[in-house]
């Protein structure tokens, strides 16, 4: 989905998870303004993704900044589907 199904007014998670195939939750970030979703998510791809990568890069090639997937949750119930996002 794209950045248009955020609405500004509500309240998302947004979180950045291990490359595939690995399924562990890096970071969440969560009580997100969705006039703020594109800003965190960015922090997450830019800082916290490359910080994570450099720690297990050398273990596992999969971990590549750019192969980290950023998910955004509704937290408000009545659109409990996560969104997929990246930058």
Do not use: C, N
């Not at 998870?17 to 997450?44: I, M, N």
């Amino acid at each position: 989905m794209s950045l248009s199904a955020i609405t500004p007014d509500r309240i998302y998670e947004v979180r950045l998870d291990e490359p595939a195939p690995f399924s562990y939750v890096v970071e969440t970030k969560r009580d997100v303004p969705g006039s703020q979703v594109e800003e965190v998510a960015r922090e997450l791809t830019e800082k916290d993704a490359v910080a994570h990568a450099a720690q297990w890069s050398d273990i596992e090639p999969a971990y590549v900044p750019s192969a980290y997937p950023v998910k955004v949750f509704d937290v408000t119930g009545e659109w409990p589907v996560r969104v997929p996002f990246q930058l």
